[in-house]
């Protein structure tokens, strides 16, 4: 989930929401999967953004929240490395998704951003959700077992950028 809103604008209420949903539930779903992780010598897969190392104006708690989640997939793969889990996250920056249409753009605001998304990112185009789920499936697959506490940029290049 996606919040608009600058310092100004969002309420308590929407901020707290926006943690809710993309930090204290996954903070939540560590801790109910705890011990299940150790027998099982699981993995974690987090979903940030560009946004939780890349801030955007208008968008202060969905930042907020998407950089609490790059925190709470370093450290819990600190704590977890003991006993064989592996604590990730993916960060993809635009992707063609459902997400933007959820957040009240409108498909010609969607077009514009998507062709201003792409026009910001070296390899000049948006990402998809195939892509992202990749960088999932290689994360959790036997040729990442040495990788822990690591947030991969699916993002086209465009952390390597100061375009905005």
Known sequence: MILQGDLETVTPQQHDNMIDINLRTPF??????????????GCVINVTSDKGSRPEPGLISYCMSKAGLEMLTKSAA???APFG????????SF????????????EPELDAL?????????????????EVAKAI???????????????????GGKS?????
């Open 28 to 41: 939540l779903l560590l801790q109910c999967f705890n011990e299940y992780l150790k027998q099982t010598r």
């Open 160 to 164: 390597l950028t100061t375009r905005g």
């Open 95 to 106: 992707v063609e998704s459902n997400l933007y249409r959820a957040a009240g753009l409108t």
């Open 114 to 130: 998507k062709i201003r998304a792409g026009n910001n990112m070296p390899m000049a185009r948006v990402g998809s959700v195939t």
């Open 85 to 92: 889990i592996r604590v990730n996250a993916v960060a993809p």
């Open 78 to 80: 600190m704590e977890l």
């Open 137 to 155: 499936i290689f994360l959790t697959s036997e040729h990442a077992t040495k990788i822990t506490g690591h947030i991969m940029k699916v993002d």
